[in-house]
DNA sequence: GCCAACGTTGGC
DNA sequence: GCCAACGTTGGC
């Protein structure tokens, strides 16, 4: 199958791409939006290719690359009494939520902004970039993917 | 800290 | 199934 392309929005002060370079993968638990669930389940699949975005950060941006390590698995904190990410919805053999493991991280030499984004012509068609736009886990066509890559310096 | 935009919940 | 109320996201 082919490579997908796809941006994941982290908080830096809680879950920074220099906390994934240093933790080399992660499972990126805590996703409680059907639809970005939705996209690590189905349409994600290993070697996929990430925009880490810094979220409620200053400034707000593309902090670098990362890629999808494992295919989704049942995230272990909707089991969890004590987590804030607990469900109690979701039974062991019954989970509802799923996550994916990211790795491979990459600092970008150029910290993209938003406001980069924003001002290059050709990223227009972003969803980042779209007003209102909360999803957390965002499709991203090549194009977009490789020029960001390119600006970043990677 | 504010608040617009969106998703979810729950009463009916 | 509608929709008001509420909670969350995330830029500013």
């Known amino acids: 199958m082919a490579k997908k392309h796809w941006l994941m929005k982290s908080e830096p002060d809680v879950y920074s791409l220099d ?3 240093k933790d080399k993968t992660t499972w990126w638990e805590g996703v409680r939006n059907y639809q970005a ?3 690590m389940m189905k349409e994600m699949s290993v070697g996929d290719e990430v ?3 810094h979220s409620n950060a200053e ?3 593309v902090a670098g690359l990362a890629q999808i390590t494992r ?3 049942p995230d272990a904190l909707q089991f969890q009494k ?3 990410y607990f469900d109690p919805k979701a039974k062991k053999d019954q989970p509802v939520w799923y996550c994916v493991q990211v790795g491979g991280a990459k600092k970008f ?4 902004s938003l406001e980069d984004l924003r001002r ?3 990223l227009q068609d972003m969803l980042v970039l779209k007003r209102g736009q909360r999803l957390s886990i965002q499709p991203v066509t090549k194009k977009d993917f490789d020029l960001i890559k390119k600006l970043g310096g990677l």
């Not at 030499?109 to 993209?112: L, T």
Request: aromatic share 16%.
């Open 51 to 53: 925009l880490f975005y």
């Open 71 to 73: 295919a989704a698995e």
């Open 82 to 84: 004590s987590s804030e």
């Open 59 to 61: 400034p707000p941006g």
């Open 120 to 122: 290059h012509k050709d």
């Open 37 to 39: 669930r939705n996209f």
């Open 19 to 21: 906390h994934l370079l």
């Open 109 to 112: 030499k150029n910290f993209i």
